[in-house]
Structure formats: C-alpha cells, structure tokens
C-alpha cells in the first residue's frame, strides 16, 4: 500500500494569518485554534437531483445539521470543473462549478448560508497540478513554443528518457508520460491526467493568485493548498540517490524555492483580506513544519502532519505504545511555537472507526466515542471528517470491480503488470482503501440511507439502517449526541484548546491516559483503546472532582484503582 503511505506522508494543513513571535499559544487565542472543522466530501453528502453524486444544493439541505454539531468551520472536497478522474483534484477551469455538483449561483447561496449560521468556508485549492483537460494543458501540448509551453514540466525525447520518477497512481507507476504531439514527456506526480503545473514559472503563479483572489473576493474564509510541498522541484531532475525511496518528500518536493513561493501567495493574497491559508505539506522533519507554519515567518500556521495516520496502515493494525509515542512527540515539538491539526480520518484513509477503533457491532459505537473523546481533547484544531461522528465504517469491497478510486483501480493494474500478489493487494485495499472512507452520508434508515433518490455513485454501507442522522439523534447515547457534547465541552473549556498536554502511563498497552493543564485547572483523560477491561491505578496523584465526559454510564472506582470497561473513555476536572 506504497501509494497510502506515500500519501499519507505528505498532508499538511496550514493556516497563514497573525504573527506569534514568542507568545504562548493561548495569549495568541484565535478563532481558528479554538474552532472545529467538518469536512464534506460534496459528493458523497446528499445529492438533491437524483444522479446519484451529492452536490451543493444536498449540503446547502443539510446546514442546519451541520450547524448542529457545533462546528465553526467548513471544508468541502474540491468543487470546481472536472473531468473527476481523481473525483475532482483533476481541475480544469478553476472559476467554474463542477456540473454534477450544481452551479456558481449554488456555490454563492451555500457561502451565504454557511456565514448566516456563523460557519467559515475553506476552500480546496489544487495547484500542484490541473487536468489535462485544462485549457493551459491543452495549449501546452499543442506546441513547443506555444506560450503556455513552461507551464507545465516537459522533457524533450532527443535528451533521452527522463530520470525516473514515481507517480502515485499511475498503472505503471511512472511519473513521466510520453507525449508523442510535441515528442516529449510531461511530468505527473499523480495520475497521467493530472499534470504538475511549473511553478517556477512565475506566470503559472501569478494566474493561482489571480484564481485564489477570485474565490476570497467571493467571501471564502480559508483556502487548503492541495498536496504543495510537491510545487517546489528540482527542475533539472537529477537522477534520484539509492535510498531516497527513505525521504521521498525530500527528493519530490519542498525545494528550496518553496518558502518564497509562500511568501509571495501571502503578499498577494493573504494578506489582502480576511481570510486563512489551509495547504499540505509537513516536509519530513519537525524543523520543516516548523519553517512552514511559525506565524511569525507570514507564510503559513496550521501543521497537518500524517504520522498519526501512517500508524497502522497495515493489515497488523496499530500498537498504541507507537500512537501515543507519536501524537506525544508531535504535541512537544509544537508546544510553544506553531500549531496543529488533530485528525484520524479523511478522505484519502479508510473510516477512523475502521482502523483506530473496533468496528464489529459490540464495540463501535464505544470505540467511536472514544476516538472523538481523543480529537477533541487534545491540543491542535480538531477535525471531524463527514460520517465519523456518526461513528460510520469501511464499506469493505471484495473484487476491483466495486472501486471507483483510481488509485485502487491502478493500483491493480500495477501489481496484476508487475507479477505481484493480487490476493494480498486485495485484502489491503478492502481495509486500507480511500472508497471506504466515501461510502455516501448515512441520514436516516430509507433506502439508499437518504443520501439520493437514485443510485448512488459508490454503495450506501449495509449498516445505514441502524448508522444514520435519524436514528442517533433520538438516541442520547448514540455516537453522534456525544460528539455534540465533546464538541461543546471543548467550546466551554480552553484548557482542551490551549492546555499543557501531558502523557501518562506511556508503558500501558491498553490506556492512553493524558493530562490538559490550563490556568491552574486540570483534566484527567483516559481512553481504552482495546476491547478488554482495563485496570489501572489513578495516574495521578490530585484527586479526581468532577466527571465531565464518559461514553458508557459508569466508571468503576475503588482504592483509587480504575477499571475502565472495553473502548471506555471519560474526563475528569481533577481538584486542585
Ligand atoms: C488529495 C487526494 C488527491 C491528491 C491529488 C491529495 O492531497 O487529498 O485526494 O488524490 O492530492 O490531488
């Protein structure tokens, strides 16, 4: 599963706004640190016109839920024009609406909607590369002098082949394309229909400025640079060092141009209105998120780093001892400067449920608690990806021929090419797959869960009857009511925003147990994260005051030893 791993390695989110200098992070309290974001894969949320594909009217439908959960921001998948090879992150007009997802008078009614009810837009720019179907590509191939030629990244055959390249979801996993129009290859870090844009020239760059300046003129409130550490090459293309496969980011993006590139989008746009920069890439090290997103550089803000994710992208799963270790040590390094996302889902990973909870009937809807007891009680902005608040799973498909995404489907091609073992890559995909994390919305127990009067583009997942909005939003103990009171009991409580976040127990193979410590005040958190009771001392030595949080309807306590039943997660306020 090189291409998840690879993927995963890459995602940072960043914000760009104010300056920290040396302040701590809770005198520099903003609203973006303290809110929460929902992400909505568009089309897979309601669809209102019965083609099957979610669209802008389906979510403009459903604002008032959104709005119910408490949540301040919204980030959408890309909605622009596309040919949707890669389901929209192939674009070819940046100024348009995609047709499945409605149009641009959709697009201004949903924007003024989301603000009516206090919620922000982000805004997902993809500019690492366009479709091949754009206009600028078109005109690129046609000729070698056409004046669009150094848009994109070309290498003339009379100089040989080029220096290998992977591409991500590429059947033979070959970044260059051969492109017999003009006899050269074009460059594509993602499929052959997604040519990298040249962002060293700076007329590619002036047009991104002039497209993002047309969305925040519109009132968007937050952009998300799609996949840009990758904007940034070594343009000559040296052959790539034996065991660079160990620092992939290193010899594929985050070239030395790549902080003025930053700049310069914050001169020109940023810095022009009242708006946040949300874009990706972490680079490799705590030094190179650092130099992206410390406020005080007015590049960018918000870390998205995906080690929390790559754990247990495996058919082994997850250890905890790994998870703690790396959520701890990414929590130190941004202690004191820079800023962070905490996410376990999205929609390039299988369901948060799925792979770091339990999934089987008993334990999913504890399990699910769980986990959004952990995202929203940690230091960082929390994100909620559509559906894993509801505690939704992995749809599981067993044959290629129920994929939709195209890294799985090249992906088979790629191990069927190459001799590899198709059982094994099918059993990978069935838990690691994007499509099990795209699966449509689960709104309430009618057929297709809601999500459309047609049929759906990707299967409704087989538990929509007892899964869905209509059902656990009568039930007060359903995963989607305690997600409300966590995202409340943070809104109520900065010490979850700001708090000093402490390990405990780091040894334990069943509990994470942590502290937040804000202002004299003091939180006790213990998750499960296995499906056996668990017993433990307190892990403190303050006494525990108030229960604040817990997703069964007891916690069993004598002598200071606590049993903590199996996926159980609960909060105390501890005395002083
Ligand atoms: C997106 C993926 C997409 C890729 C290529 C990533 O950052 O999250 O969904 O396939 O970029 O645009």
Redesign the pocket.
């Known amino acids: 599963m090189k291409i998840f791993l690879i993927?995963t390695g890459?995602?940072l989110l960043i914000f760009s706004c104010a300056d920290q200098g040396k302040k701590t992070s809770y005198e520099d309290r903003t609203w973006w640190k303290e809110g929460v974001i929902y992400q909505i894969y568009p089309r897979s949320f309601k669809d209102t016109d019965g083609d099957g594909i979610g669209d802008l009217k389906g979510v403009i439908e459903k604002l008032d839920y959104i709005k119910s959960l408490g949540v301040s921001m919204v980030w959408l998948?890309p909605i622009y024009s596309s040919p949707n090879a890669?389901?929209g992150?192939?674009i070819s007009d940046y100024r348009n609406i995609m047709k499945e997802f409605g149009t641009m008078d959709d697009f201004d009614s949903l924007l003024k909607g989301l603000h009516e009810r206090d919620i922000k837009f982000v805004m997902d720019v993809?500019v690492?590369?366009s479709s091949d179907e754009h206009e600028w590509f078109k005109q690129s191939r046609s000729s070698r002098d056409n004046p669009y030629r150094d848009y994109y990244h070309w290498w003339p055959a009379e100089k040989g082949t080029p220096p290998y390249r992977y591409s991500?979801?590429d059947p033979k996993g070959d970044a260059w394309k051969y492109d017999s129009i003009t006899n050269a290859y074009y460059l594509h870090y993602?499929s052959q229909k997604?040519p990298d844009l040249k962002w060293e020239n700076p007329r590619v760059r002036q047009e991104v400025y002039d497209i993002m300046k047309f969305w925040a003129d519109k009132g968007v409130d937050g952009f998300r640079l799609?996949?840009f550490q990758y904007a940034a090459k070594d343009t000559t293309f040296p052959v790539l060092p034996v065991g660079y496969e160990k620092n992939v980011i290193k010899y594929y993006g985050m070239g030395p141009n790549l902080h003025s590139y930053l700049k310069e989008m914050y001169e020109e746009v940023f810095s022009k209105y009242d708006v946040f920069a949300v874009s990706?890439g972490a680079g490799s090290t705590f030094e190179d998120a650092h130099s992206l997103v410390d406020a005080d550089r007015n590049e960018l803000q918000m870390a998205y780093h995906f080690e929390g994710m790559d754990v247990g992208n495996s058919l082994d799963r997850f250890q905890l001892k790994e998870f703690k270790e790396v959520y701890t040590k990414w929590d130190s390094a941004f202690a004191k400067k820079g800023w962070l996302s905490v996410f376990l889902a999205?929609?390039?990973v299988p369901r948060m449920a799925s792979k770091f909870g339990n999934d089987s009937p008993i334990f999913r809807e504890a399990s699910t608690k769980m986990l959004n007891t952990f995202i929203l009680s940690m230091r960082g902005t929390p994100y909620c990806y559509y559906g894993d608040e509801l505690g939704m799973t992995n749809i599981g498909f067993d044959s290629i021929s129920q994929y939709q995404d195209?890294?799985a489907i090249n992906g088979y091609k790629k191990v069927i090419d190459t001799g590899g073992d198709v059982t094994q890559y099918l059993a990978s995909l069935k838990f690691l797959s994007?499509d099990n994390g795209r699966t449509p919305m689960q709104w309430d127990a009618s057929e297709q869960a809601g999500f459309t009067t047609g049929t759906p583009w990707l299967p409704v997942n087989d538990n929509y009857k007892k899964i869905n909005v209509a059902v656990e939003n009568e039930d007060p103990e359903s995963c989607l009511n305690h997600f409300k009171k966590m995202v409340q009991l943070r809104k109520d409580n900065p010490v979850f925003v700001y708090g000093k976040y402490t390990l405990l127990l780091p040894e334990h193979d069943q509990i994470y147990a942590y502290t937040r410590e804000l202002d004299g005040e003091k939180m006790l958190i213990m998750l499960n994260f296995s499906p056996e009771v668990a017993t433990v001392e307190i892990p403190v030595k303050k006494d525990l005051e108030e229960l604040l949080m817990n997703n069964y309807q007891n916690v069993f306590l004598k002598d200071r030893v606590l049993s903590l039943e199996p996926y159980q997660a609960f909060i105390y306020k501890l005395k002083n």
């Open positions: 993927l890459v995602f998948n890669d389901n992150y192939d993809v690492n590369h991500l979801f993602f997604q799609d996949a990706e999205n929609h390039d195209i890294a994007r």
